[in-house]
């Protein structure tokens, strides 16, 4: 009786210790099934992330230009901003100084509104970046708003009218003395290549000190083709209201600059209410 107890309790125990040992053994696979899937989706992870990083750091490349170039961005060119020379006796507006980069595409149109009419010009950014910047920054600041074109010149061959003096206000003038201009100078650019007709008709020219670097903001109006040296930045064209500046011209001058730089106050004033530069 016992032998048969016996064999019925070892044929269980046989049983059992199979159906634990196949459950182990499932357990087993289990776990390295998911041990293998969880290190798969951890490789694609981690491969997915550092392609995520590697774009993001080509496209920040792309935005930014190299630091170790030292170029300024694409369609623009370094500008320098000198301070103003107090030695020079002149008269300064501080209005602070334009961004060290400016674009060198495309061209503005700087509009004067003045007493008489409107005067157009087209600045090409392809020429006078610079410069350009330059007179962008005034016009934002209402730098010249309210001046008057000081001074005119009316010779054979040289047939100019003067502007860009922040002081040049009040009746007859009485706040200028025609050295007035910002804070800052810059080098001149884009100077005429055509030696027999340098400043054409309805040119707008830069004035300077005759030094190198020291363009400010005062500029002359061709009224006739003038014949000066090539050392003025030519800023633009005028496109309308080239017959204001002639009808000044062609009213004369009290022959205030006579003995020094020539010329003399408008007797025909010109009074600059707003000047604006806007893209074209």
């Not at 007493?115 to 016009?139: R, V, Y």
């Not at 910002?182 to 007709?197: F, G, I, K, Q, V």
């Not at 496109?239 to 001058?253: C, E, P, R, Y």
Request: proline letters at 6%.
């Amino acid at each position: 009786m016992s032998s048969i107890k016996d064999r019925q309790r070892a044929a269980a125990r046989a049983r059992l210790e199979k159906e634990m040992a196949e459950r182990s053994a499932a357990a087993r696979k289990r776990k390295q099934r998911n041990a293998i899937i969880g290190s798969a989706i951890g490789v694609v992870i981690v491969v997915v992330a550092a392609g995520l990083i590697v774009t993001k750091l080509q496209h920040d490349d792309k935005k930014k230009p190299s630091a170790a170039s030292g170029k300024p961005p694409a369609g623009t060119v370094s500008c320098t901003w000198t301070p103003a020379d107090p030695s020079t006796g002149g008269k300064v507006k501080d209005v602070g100084t334009p961004p060290t980069t400016a674009p060198n595409v495309g061209t503005e149109v700087m509009t004067l509104n003045t007493n008489l009419g409107k005067i157009e010009a087209t600045i090409d950014l392809t020429k006078a970046p610079c410069t350009g910047a330059s007179f962008a920054f005034l016009a934002a600041k209402k730098f010249l708003d309210g001046s008057k074109c000081h001074r005119m010149v009316n010779q054979p061959g040289f047939q100019v009218l003067q502007c860009g003096d922040p002081f040049a206000k009040g009746k007859g003038y009485r706040e200028s003395d025609g050295t007035g201009g910002p804070s800052y100078t810059m080098a001149e650019e884009n100077l005429p290549t055509d030696a027999n007709n340098p400043y054409p008709a309805g040119s707008i020219a830069m004035a300077n000190t005759g030094q190198p670097n020291s363009t400010g903001s005062q500029f002359f109006i061709c009224t006739a083709d003038t014949k000066l040296p090539a050392s003025y930045t030519l800023l633009g064209k005028i496109t309308t209201g080239l017959n204001i500046a002639q009808q000044v011209i062609k009213a004369g001058d009290d022959e205030a600059f006579k003995a020094q730089a020539g010329g003399g106050h408008p007797k025909k004033e010109l009074d600059i209410t707003t000047m604006t530069v806007a893209a074209s």
